[in-house]
């Protein structure tokens, strides 16, 4: 390899100016060489003819000698290009691709930088990633089906359950009956599909497999699969023959990770699925990126809307036009807009209404009606329950990880304001051999892009494993939600835009102060000057420790609101109780008397088990707490009051096992049968807003159901939580199990005197002994049912934590760089100091206070700004003020003892200069 200095020495007249100037420009000019060279060998020339080619290319030596002389004595202008030159496209990449080939160079040459750097942003890259890959399966990602910006939701389809009644404002909900007609008769839909508003979760047998296997089945009508436009992985999809005779259909058609958790293969071969007692012939699976229409919820099976009856045999109407529990998903006649379909929808709805009241409607049924409407939603990504749970704290977090990434932005620029302050020689010498401040500033912004990128991409593998993480903390306790998280376009391309976000943020300041220097004065100075460098570098570190303060404010608002949360009284005791879910339908029964033996059976069989207080069956148990029925109200009355009181059917040990406090009268007892008067337990709430006196022995009726007529209050319990924990105290009744033997009670509640987990496996043997037959899934317990409504809650509040804690720590990291080299940058003055008589001390005050002071100016703007962004998150605290001056003097006071712990390393390391070296420094 030639000798590239000896051939500057050589060649080069000689430019004036001091010898270190002289060595210095010597040592660029051959590195300059030297690269050229190496670009050429890469190139595929032979040594000889590479360097003969950067030999002709060079400039001539008479004319870089007379520029080098001007730099070196008065300040030059800086040249400027010729006006109306324009870089043809190959020579401008070109140009990009030599800037990041030089890019690469300089981050290997200071790996310590690049390093840390890139981690930093991986970090903030990566959270921010995380955060938006939940957000973008759970609100924004399309269904993948044929053109889903056509769909549309007949209503918000957010409503689970059924209802029976006239319509009245805004519907969600829909008859089977309905549906038929409304698809008939429509004349702005191509097609129309009904979906049932919940998931049916039964038990089946594969083939002639003895073994009862869990399954989710999803109703919908034969026209679901050709509204989507899907086409089957194998075998065929449901059509609209198959849904038109009530249980004539029995055929399904399979979710292909199910078909291929069970067995199926590729090579399709219709299949059997037992299921309460009716045999299903699995005609097909559908597409593999197919799961439903309702995110965050994957069907296994899709039967038939017309086999409901033998699906569900106790919640079926088909033929009711009033009982309606489906939501119906329509697409849209090609250039018909949402406007145009509206005022049709409306109209067809109200007329098909109308025509179910008969030749003599009712009056307060007309009125309903003319108030009906049904808003059409757009459908293009899916239905879900989670977006309204879960839609304001990933926003939140969005902001919070958007904050953090702003701090790691903060870091790397005072990372490349230092580099700058050594590199200032470097670029007035490019200057000086005739490179453009805007070339100059390019090539410091591929740099900063260059590290933008990899941090990128470490950053995706960091979000990766965080959004795994975050999809376990969003889910309940029983199984993780089935959200697809694996990176889309959406997200490469969140990713990409964040990664030049950030050259933007931390590379192009640094890039312009650096390149604004007179090349001249530059190669003159015997010291790198960088003070107005340095003031900056302290301003970004006061700005990140005000980010750290509104972060870590927020983070101790959610943690308070957190804790009062879980302080709420429940009016029951959720621990040790063990809640199971039975399906006793897949073993053959129906509601009857023979179910409810059955049932009772299991309890006495279950309380002989050791360490069982009690158990009792149930309708619902807290998170469905029963249903409301607002037509509930005294005996001679029109059932005004109490409005929407929450009804539930239970055993005779249901208060002892949920330990509801009895007050007046008697629970629920054995003797309570089909043959004894009728009978209910209230709690406080209902005697107080149904009965004017005492509630014992009143009397009151439920609609016009003829087992709820003339029913006795024999005993009132303490008010509970039956729906959610902050909700509001809300009227309820019970009544025994064995008087209302026509419903299926699927919760079974067992009270435990240790650990429910222990004894779980010796309950399911109890209720095998019983009937093997009968399935049980679900199993969780009662405090693992109360956290669930807490996820939300329990999410951000962690998050806010960690991201705090990162945030402070990416601070404290910033704090410590900067007051490291203001100290190392101020050793001779620290020296001359002590020399002339101050002690450690003082040296060590003095750092201290300069991080006390940048401390105090970002602390004082972080409080501000943390008082202008609380209004966006009181909507999501409980019973917290969002401008609580104890979490707020808490993050501030949080952030000053850091600032001071990060100051202290550089102010004890200042007090340890040894004054003579610095004497003869200086």
Same mark, same amino acid.
């Given at each position: ?24 420009? @010597? ?9 050229? *060279? ?17 030999? #002709? ?35 401008? =990449? ?30 903030? @890259? ?46 969600? +909900? ?103 007692? #009716? ?67 409306? $109209? ?5 209404? @109308? ?40 926003? #939140? ?15 790397? +620029? ?207 148990? $807290? ?39 009895? @007050? ?12 004894? /008067? ?12 149904? $009965? ?70 010796? =309950? ?15 199993? /969780? ?19 806010? =934590? ?8 990416? +601070? ?8 490291? *080299? ?101």
């Amino acid at each position: 390899m030639p000798d590239f200095k000896q051939y500057v020495r050589d060649h080069m007249p000689a430019p004036g100016g001091p010898d270190a100037r002289q060595a210095e420009i @010597i040592e660029e000019l051959a590195l300059e060489f030297q690269e050229a *060279y190496e670009r050429f060998l890469r190139a595929g020339m032979s040594p000889d003819v590479a360097w003969r080619t950067v030999q #002709t290319a060079a400039r001539p030596w008479p004319r870089l000698a007379g520029e080098l002389r001007a730099a070196l004595g008065p300040p030059v202008p800086e040249p400027r290009p010729p006006e109306g030159v324009r870089l043809r496209p190959l020579r401008w =990449i070109a140009e990009w691709r030599r800037d990041g080939g030089l890019a690469l160079r300089q981050l290997r040459q200071a790996p310590g930088f690049a390093v840390a750097a890139v981690l930093m942003l991986a970090l903030g @890259i990566g959270a921010n990633t995380a955060v938006f890959s939940l957000l973008n399966a759970l609100m924004m990602r399309p269904l993948p089906v044929l053109q889903p910006q056509q769909l549309v939701f007949l209503g918000a389809a957010h409503a689970e359950g059924d209802t029976e009644g006239y319509p009245d404002g805004a519907t969600q +909900a829909f008859s089977y009956r309905f549906f038929r007609d409304f698809h008939q008769r429509t004349a702005v839909f191509s097609d129309v599909a009904a979906i049932l508003s919940y998931l049916v979760e039964t038990h089946g047998r594969m083939g002639g497999d003895p073994e009862l296997v869990p399954l989710k089945v999803e109703l919908v009508s034969g026209s679901y699969f050709p509204t989507l436009g899907l086409t089957p992985a194998y075998g065929r999809l449901l059509g609209p023959g198959d849904d038109v005779t009530p249980g004539a259909h029995p055929v399904a058609v399979a979710r292909a990770g199910w078909w291929r958790d069970h067995g199926g293969g590729a090579a399709f071969a219709p299949r059997s699925v037992a299921l309460n007692g #009716t045999v299903y012939t699995i005609v097909g699976v559908a597409p593999a990126s197919f799961s439903g229409v309702t995110v965050g919820q994957a069907p296994d099976l899709w039967i038939p809307l017309a086999m409901q009856g033998q699906v569900s045999p106790d919640r079926s109407g088909l033929a009711d036009p009033w009982y309606q529990t489906l939501h119906l998903l329509a697409r849209l006649k090609p250039g018909v807009s949402i406007s145009q379909a509206q005022s049709n929808t409306d $109209f067809v709805f109200r007329k098909i209404l @109308i025509g179910y009241l008969g030749v003599a409607p009712p009056a307060d049924a007309m009125a309903d009606i003319q108030h009906a409407f049904i808003p059409l939603v757009p459908a293009a990504t899916g239905r879900s329950r989670l977006r309204g749970e879960f839609d304001q704290p990933l926003q #939140t977090l969005m902001f919070v990880v958007g904050l953090v990434l702003l701090i790691a932005c903060a870091n790397v +620029a005072n990372l490349l304001l230092a580099r700058a302050a050594r590199r200032r020689r470097e670029m007035a010498l490019r200057l000086a051999l005739g490179a453009t401040r805007a070339r100059l500033v390019r090539q410091l912004l591929v740099e900063s892009l260059v590290v933008s990128l990899l941090g990128a991409g470490l950053g995706l593998a960091v979000a990766s494993w965080a959004s795994r993480l975050l999809l376990a903390m969003v889910s309940p306790a029983s199984a993780t939600l089935p959200l697809v998280l694996s990176p889309d376009a959406t997200v490469l391309g969140f990713t990409l835009g964040l990664a030049v976000a950030t050259v933007l943020l931390f590379g192009i300041l640094p890039a312009l102060r650096t390149t604004a220097i007179s090349p001249g004065t530059v190669l003159k100075q015997t010291e790198a000057r960088g003070s107005e460098s340095h003031r900056f570098a302290r301003v970004l570190v006061a700005g990140q420790v005000a980010i750290s303060v509104v972060l870590l404010a927020g983070a101790a608002l959610f943690l308070q609101s957190l804790h009062r949360r879980l302080a709420i009284p429940l009016g029951f005791d959720p621990d040790n109780v063990l809640r199971l879910e039975l399906d006793a339908r897949a073993a053959g029964y129906q509601p009857g008397a023979r179910l409810n033996a059955v049932q009772q059976a299991i309890e006495t069989r279950i309380s002989s088990v050791p360490g069982v207080e009690a158990s009792s069956f149930a309708l619902s148990v $807290f998170d469905g707490g029963g249903w409301r029925q607002s037509d509930v109200g005294p005996r001679g009355t029109d059932y005004q009051l109490p409005p929407h009181t929450i009804l539930n059917i239970v055993g005779p040990d249901y208060f002892a096992v949920m330990r509801m406090r009895l @007050i007046a009268g008697r629970g629920i007892e054995n003797g309570d049968t089909a043959t004894s /008067r009728r009978v209910a337990v209230i709690n406080e709430a209902m005697a107080r807003k149904t $009965f004017r006196g005492s509630a014992l022995g009143q009397v009151f009726s439920v609609g016009n159901n003829a087992n709820w007529r003339d029913v006795s209050v024999v005993g009132i319990v303490s008010n509970a939580k039956y729906f959610s924990p902050d909700e509001n105290d809300l009227p309820a009744a019970f009544f025994p199990e064995r008087q209302n033997q026509e419903y299926i009670l699927n919760s079974l509640v067992v009270r435990t005197a240790i650990d429910p987990g222990a004894i779980g496996s010796a =309950i399911q043997a109890s209720i095998a002994d019983v009937d093997p037959n009968i399935g049980v899934e679900n199993i /969780r317990t009662l405090r693992q049912m109360v956290g669930d409504f807490s996820l939300d809650a329990r999410l951000i509040a962690a998050l806010c =934590i960690v991201f705090a804690l990162l945030a402070t720590g990416l +601070a404290a990291i910033g704090v410590y760089a900067v007051m490291a *080299y203001s100290t190392a940058r101020r050793g001779t003055e620290f020296g001359i100091r002590m020399a002339l008589g101050a002690q450690p001390r003082d040296v060590r005050r003095n750092v201290l206070g300069a991080a006390l002071r940048v401390a105090i100016l970002g602390v004082a703007a972080g409080l501000v700004l943390a008082l202008a962004v609380s209004r966006l998150v009181v909507s999501q605290l409980y019973q917290v003020d969002s401008t609580s001056p104890a979490a707020l003097a808490a993050a501030a006071l949080a952030m000053v003892a850091v600032t001071l712990l990060a100051a202290y390393l550089p102010a004890r390391r200042a007090t340890r200069i040894d004054p003579s070296i610095a004497l003869r420094g200086e």
